[in-house]
């Protein structure tokens, strides 16, 4: 078997080039929180993401009736949107013979699509092509399971009541499916799509020799030439800021629901109206919060550029700043004032 110079079989790492590596990816549990949290706040409203919930929701309800038969599925709304899918059976429990469910923002599959997305383009060592590639195509195949796992619903839920028909136990398979693929199931899936694909172009040993071929791939600075498109950014980032504020204290909707709340716990009451306030309230806070995240993201995105070394090695920010300087007019001999009299004038030129 061979061998280097320090004795350890060809193709092992030491310990330094595994610390470097450590380092490396050090930066993309740091992203994948940052994109959590943005993700958190982005959806603290209900239905934040109703277009693709509702897209969703009729593409559920089109296959389950496909599949299943006419009439496995019933769709309606749910919160002013399409998004609630009634399915029906003589074994379901219940008067009406169904079971309501709603594809709701986490039901939509966007969370592990920006989570798998973030993992493939903080991957080092593979073109920037390769990964909007593979971010696009994993995006597609998320989306697909995603479906998948809501039309299979029915038949967990089907068999479980053939069994114990008319009983509210029966569907506790169903929702135990749920829970599993919701806390593990995609996690699981996700991070081997992206080990595979990781593996594929070279895993551990191309992203170590992108790192010894350049310890500094790129870093963030702030930007130095802004152009009108780049103010503009930063005025729609202002403005969705105060339209988060006027969201929560000119909106009177939301001024009813947080006196309607105020009176309740005034005095004490429990219904369904205090409820309904408390719901309101919620999504006004949250819309705050939602918009909020996104003029911040806007405007961190417009003020600080990501930088990548030039083939000479310098960065791109030091040359502006050259050019600046370069860029300082000169004044001329001829165009300066002269000063003192014409006799001492002579004698110095």
Known sequence: MATDHDGRPEGDMSWKEVGELGLRYGRIPLALLFVEAFYWFLTLPSDTLAPIQVTEAWIWNEL??????????????HNGWLTRIDLQHTAFPGPYDSVG???SDECAGIHEMIFLSTLVMMTDGVPQREKLKAAGVMCAIV???NILRLVVFYPIAVNSCMETPNVQACLTPM?????QVYTWGFLVVLVGMWLIWFLRFGGPA?????????????????????????????????LLFITALSNMYTNQEAIDARDTLAFCEFASLVSSECGDAQMRWDDAIGYAWSLSA????????????????????????????????????????????????????????
């Open 101 to 103: 469910l709603y594809v």
């Open 294 to 349: 996104l003029g911040l993201a806007l405007m961190v995105g417009t003020i600080v550029v990501i930088e990548r070394p030039l083939e000479d090695g310098s960065w791109p920010s030091q040359q502006v700043v050259v050019e600046e300087k370069s860029a300082v007019p000169t004044s001329k001999r001829h165009h300066q004032k002269r000063k003192g009299s014409w006799k001492r004038r002579s004698e110095e030129e």
């Open 64 to 77: 389950t009736n496909m599949i299943y038969g006419e009439g496995s599925a019933v769709i309606s709304h």
């Open 143 to 145: 989306y697909v399971l």
């Open 206 to 238: 191309r992203t170590l020799a992108a790192t010894k071929e350049d310890r500094s791939p790129w870093r963030f600075q702030r930007r130095f030439s802004w152009e009108p498109k780049h103010w503009a950014l930063l005025g729609f980032s202002l």
């Open 175 to 179: 929702w135990e499916f749920h829970h």
